[in-house]
């Protein structure tokens, strides 16, 4: 089946450095791919939405300048959170949509953020 | 209340019970998603249905789209279906998801 990678899947950084997270799908193109964020123990919340070669779309209350989303080419979605503090830590998640298969949304692994 | 709700919110079985986990949405949806997310975090789809009842293995998914309802059931429950099920709504021009709060499944061996 469809497979998306994310990379890295942990990451342990120092506060005021910028940490970039990548999404790719595997065999197959997405021309969109959401960003998520997930606390503990609770549900994942939508970021952004990612359209190949457009700018990001920013949900409420979600810096744009802080998590810079950049989707490049069609198998390929990065997340940097630029001068990462403390309360960034989090699992961030990618999901993206298949092109070809209206609607088929697959996710990636996620990333564990922690910043000291 | 939120937009897509869940319930319960945590689930106990012994092996090889039937489960049902539920959840109701009050937007309309272009489709409804059925996740799996394990401890790790990683995240599988299950399903995604827009009508009626989906099948794969021992799972089942449900929609009623007249109730605004749906389900999803495991057959012969297994300590490895043992996992957060996330039940989330597909609308708006982008297709973006809004998530219920997931339930948490312990299978008891």
């Known amino acids: 089946g469809a497979v998306v990678s994310q990379h890295p899947s942990w990451v342990i950084c120092k506060s005021g450095t910028s940490v970039k997270i990548e999404c790719r799908s595997l065999?197959?193109?997405?021309?969109?791919m959401f960003w998520y964020r997930q606390f503990p123990k609770q549900s994942l919340m939508l970021m952004a939405t990612?359209?190949?070669?457009?700018?990001?779309?920013?949900e409420q209350g979600v810096e744009k300048d802080k998590f810079l989303i950049n989707h490049a080419s069609l198998t390929l979605s990065t997340l940097t959170v630029t001068s990462a503090h403390p309360e960034d830590s989090s699992f961030y998640i990618c999901?993206?949509?298949?092109?070809?298969?209206?609607?088929?949304?697959?996710f990636g692994e996620g990333s564990r953020l922690t910043v000291l | 209340k939120n937009e897509v709700e869940q319930s319960p919110q945590n689930l106990t079985a012994q092996e090889g019970e039937f489960i049902t986990i539920n959840c109701s949405y009050s937007?309309?949806?272009?489709?409804l998603h059925w996740l799996q997310q394990h401890p790790g975090g990683g995240i599988v789809s299950l399903f995604m249905l827009s009508s009626g009842k989906k099948k794969h293995g021992r799972l089942i998914a449900t929609i009623n789209i007249q109730e605004k309802h749906s389900s999803l059931h495991i057959t012969a429950s297994h300590p490895r279906d043992s996992a957060v099920y996330i039940c989330a709504a597909s609308g708006g021009s982008q297709g973006n998801l809004i998530f219920g709060k997931g339930t948490k499944l312990s299978v008891k061996p």
């Open positions: 999901s993206a949509r298949d092109r070809l298969a209206l609607g088929e949304l697959f």
């Open positions: 065999d197959f193109q997405a021309t969109t």
């Open positions: 990612s359209n190949e070669g457009s700018k990001a779309t920013y």
């Open positions: 937007v309309g949806i272009s489709a």
